[in-house]
C-alpha cells in the first residue's frame, strides 16, 4: 500500500514563501509521476503541478506560474512544491498525489492534505 504524508503548511501573510514536501512509502518512489493539487473552500479540486517519474517533464497550473515551481528527490521519496509571492486566492488545501506511470493524468493514491492560508 502506498502512503503519502504532506507537510509544510500553515499561515503565510501575501507575498511570503512556503515549501511543501511530500514523502512517500510503501513502494518504489521512482515508479510514480506525482502531483500536486489544492481545494479552496467551495471550490472543486485542481491540478497544481505535475512532474514525472524521473523529473524531466513538469507542468504548472497558469494561476501559479512563475510563483511555483515542483520537483522531486527520489533518493530521499519526496516530492516538493515550492511556493513564492504567495496570494490570499492560493489558500487550500493542498494534496499530493501518486500515479504509476511516466506522467500522469489521473491519480491513483492521495494524501490527508496540508493547510495552506494567505492573508492579505
Known amino acids: 500500500q502506498v502512503q503519502l504524508v504532506e507537510s509544510g503548511g500553515g499561515l503565510v501573510q501575501a507575498g511570503g514563501s512556503l515549501r511543501l514536501s511530500c514523502g512517500v512509502s510503501g513502494r518504489t518512489f521512482s515508479s510514480y509521476a506525482m502531483g500536486w493539487f489544492r481545494q479552496a473552500a467551495g471550490k472543486e479540486r485542481e491540478l497544481v503541478a505535475a512532474i514525472s517519474r524521473t523529473g524531466g517533464t513538469k507542468k504548472l497550473a497558469d494561476s501559479v506560474k512563475g510563483r511555483f515551481a515542483i520537483s522531486r528527490e527520489n533518493a530521499k521519496n519526496t516530492v516538493y512544491l515550492e511556493m513564492n509571492s504567495l496570494k490570499p486566492e492560493d489558500t487550500a488545501i493542498y494534496y499530493c498525489?501518486?500515479?504509476?506511470?511516466?506522467?500522469?493524468?489521473?491519480?491513483?493514491?492521495w494524501g490527508q492534505g496540508t493547510q495552506v492560508t494567505v492573508s492579505s
Open positions: 498525489a501518486a500515479a504509476e506511470g511516466y506522467f500522469a493524468t489521473t491519480y491513483d493514491y
